[in-house]
């Protein structure tokens, strides 16, 4: 008896939390809505909040940061929505341009979760575009009837859960062994829209919203006027479009833009209003134009390039969890020694620079960079270069995996602790891996990793092998070119006997 009264306890609390999170009290709504509070579809959709809604607030009050962000902008939706269907009772139906109008509030919140995700990827970019894209299942409110281009109320909900849930589901594979607060947060997140608002939608608006017949009118947008002291609004056109006079024959105005280069064309008259161009004017006689180049633009030059296009250059730590490594060119002295292994380095757009990592880190991403050196001591779970060009990284201590994705050449320094590193290429090519000598000398040994592959269909199945050029290989293609040669020396010598022959008979 009293865990159940525990219970009721603290589902009241939480329902009590949800409306206050929400915005949305009975003294917050217009006059006479307070009536319309009580209804049994507002109550429902308040039972909706407290139950789902809450639970998805508290899974991502114990993530925090951008998961509690975007899950602040759904409860602020849901609330919204709340407030529509409040209106909608005492509303009468608009047309198209008011419904728009009306629906405008609801339109801003989605667009702002949307907004989160844009950008640079996040690390919670799955989250974000789970909880964003599922707020489109609200749209169920702008259901009009069968002719207004949308899905059934139900469908709809439905239709907008399946944009989210493939995000949804990249969270819960992501997390399912890691963190169990996102798991609860992402199975929270579907429970609310199925079964929660589906449900819901189901029980009281299976065909819609219902509009009140003796309502008031849906506001249309509204005109701003200008604040006092602004400048006032432009004048109209001229007078001369909306003129009663009769108009003249368009051949009687000059022409303008391109009828006017046409029409001058037309007249055969090209060339009267060009320039002659002396032998003065022209670029090889000229003295103030020169080939060589000063030694203040090379400075210029120089100095300038230390600025990516792409951005400003960035050494920082981010939340303290993510080294970011941007856009720097031409440095050779980069340095992260105030590191541990729960960090992670992300080093992206970075041309003829060296970056050293004193220190055991998670993860190293080497992502779009040029003519890159990275040095780094121990990594915990992987090392990663991706879309690079002439890259250079060495493991001075260990390293379980190094992959290598869509790179053009890459030189690869094993210690001798990394020497059981697993490596893995894809849409790679000029991949080297040097690893220390056998002796004490401190020479290093390189191996090139193959990049063509043979395909055999043997039992069933295709059997891969690297290609390999071996001396016996070469040796045989040496064979056929002298034999394919001595034929056609043969062939030759034959020709032109017969052709002596002949032309001697002729003799």
């Given at each position: 008896m009293e865990g159940k009264l525990i219970e009721r306890l603290e589902a009241a609390v939480a329902r009590l939390e949800a409306l206050s999170a929400g915005g949305i ?412 000598a056998a002796g004490s000398d401190g020479d290093w040994g390189e191996h090139s990793l193959p990049q063509q ?55």
């Open positions: 009290s009975a003294r917050g709504l217009p006059d006479g809505s307070v009536e319309v509070a009580s209804d049994p579809s507002i109550v429902a959709f308040d039972d909706l909040m407290a139950q789902y809604v809450a639970r998805v607030s508290g899974a991502a009050e114990k993530i925090g940061g951008q998961v509690l962000d975007v899950t602040k902008i759904l409860l602020e939706a849901f609330s919204v929505q709340k407030k529509l269907l409040i209106e909608i009772k005492q509303t009468q139906k608009p047309d198209m341009a008011g419904l728009a109008e009306f629906l405008k509030p609801l339109n801003e919140v989605i667009m702002k979760a949307n907004a989160m995700a844009e950008g640079r990827r996040s690390d919670f970019y799955n989250h974000l575009k789970s909880a964003g894209d599922s707020l489109s299942a609200l749209a169920w409110i702008a259901y009009t009837g069968k002719d207004c281009g949308m899905s059934m109320p139900i469908a709809h909900v439905e239709d907008g859960w399946q944009m989210a849930e493939f995000y949804n589901n990249k969270v819960l594979v992501e997390y399912r062994n890691k963190d169990p607060n996102h798991v609860e947060w992402a199975k929270a997140l579907k429970e609310l829209y199925l079964p929660g608002l589906r449900d819901y939608v189901k029980s009281h608006y299976p065909l819609g919203p219902v509009w009140s017949a003796s309502g008031k009118k849906a506001s249309s947008a509204p005109s701003k006027a200008p604040p006092p002291g602004a400048p006032a609004p432009p004048p109209p056109p001229p007078a001369c479009l909306f003129s009663s006079e009769p108009s003249q024959p368009s051949s009687s105005h000059p022409k303008q833009g391109m009828a006017a280069v046409f029409q001058e064309i037309n007249t055969g008259n090209v060339t009267a209003g060009l320039k002659k161009v002396t032998t003065d004017m022209k670029t090889k006689n000229r003295t103030d134009r020169t080939g060589v180049v000063s030694a203040l633009e090379k400075e210029t030059r120089s100095s300038s390039s230390s600025f990516s296009k792409a951005g400003p250059p960035k050494l920082e730590l981010q939340m303290g969890r993510k080294w970011v490594v941007e856009n720097q060119i031409g440095r050779k002295n980069l340095v992260i020694d105030d590191c541990d292994a729960k960090q992670s380095v992300y080093v992206f757009g970075c041309k003829d620079s060296v970056l050293q990592i004193q220190g055991k880190v998670n993860n190293i991403t080497i992502d779009k960079c040029t003519k890159m050196g990275v040095v780094f001591q121990d990594v915990v779970a992987a090392c990663e270069i991706v879309n690079c060009n002439g890259v250079e990284v060495q493991c001075q201590g260990s390293a379980p995996t190094i992959s290598v994705d869509n790179t053009s050449g890459c030189q690869l320094y094993l210690s001798k602790d990394s020497l059981g590193a697993s490596i893995t290429t894809a849409k790679s090519s000029e991949i080297n891996v040097l690893v220390p592959y043979i395909h055999v269909f043997k039992d069933g199945q295709f059997e891969t092998t690297p290609v390999s050029h071996s001396g016996a290989f070469l040796r045989f293609n040496l064979l056929i070119y002298l034999d394919v040669l001595e034929t056609r020396t043969q062939r030759w010598i034959n020709w032109k006997e017969s052709v002596g022959e002949t032309w001697r008979g002729s003799e």
